[in-house]
C-alpha cells in the first residue's frame, strides 16, 4: 500500500482545522443569537408594559376630562344660590 503524498495529509489536517473552526463559530453564533433573542424577548416585555401604561394613562385622562365636562354643565345648571352671610 502506497503511502498518501505529503501535501496530501497537509491538506487533510488543515481541513480538520477548518471544520473544526467552522463548528467553534457556529456555535459561538448560536450563543450570541440565543443572547440577543433573549434581549428582543426582555424589551417586547418593557414595550407592551409601556405600551399598557400609555393606554391606562390616556383612559384615565379622557375619563377626567368626561367628568370635567359633567361637572361644568351640573354647576351651569345649578339654580344660583342666594349670597348668605355667616353674621
Given at each position: 500500500m502506497?503511502?498518501?503524498?505529503?501535501?496530501?495529509?497537509?491538506?487533510k489536517?488543515?481541513?480538520?482545522?477548518?471544520?473544526?473552526?467552522?463548528?467553534?463559530?457556529?456555535?459561538?453564533?448560536?450563543?450570541?443569537?440565543?443572547?440577543?433573542?433573549?434581549?428582543?424577548?426582555?424589551?417586547?416585555?418593557?414595550?407592551?408594559?409601556?405600551?399598557?401604561?400609555?393606554?391606562?394613562?390616556?383612559?384615565?385622562?379622557?375619563?377626567?376630562?368626561?367628568?370635567?365636562?359633567?361637572?361644568?354643565?351640573?354647576?351651569?345648571?345649578?339654580?344660583?344660590l342666594?349670597?348668605?352671610?355667616?353674621?
Open positions: 502506497k503511502t498518501p503524498p505529503e501535501s496530501f495529509l497537509i491538506f489536517e488543515e481541513l480538520k482545522k477548518a471544520r473544526l473552526e467552522k463548528e467553534r463559530l457556529q456555535k459561538e453564533y448560536e450563543q450570541k443569537l440565543s443572547e440577543m433573542n433573549v434581549e428582543l424577548e426582555r424589551l417586547k416585555e418593557q414595550i407592551s408594559a409601556q405600551q399598557e401604561l400609555m393606554k391606562t394613562t390616556l383612559e384615565y385622562a379622557i375619563r377626567l376630562e368626561e367628568n370635567l365636562d359633567t361637572f361644568k354643565v351640573e354647576v351651569t345648571n345649578a339654580p344660583t342666594k349670597k348668605r352671610s355667616f353674621h
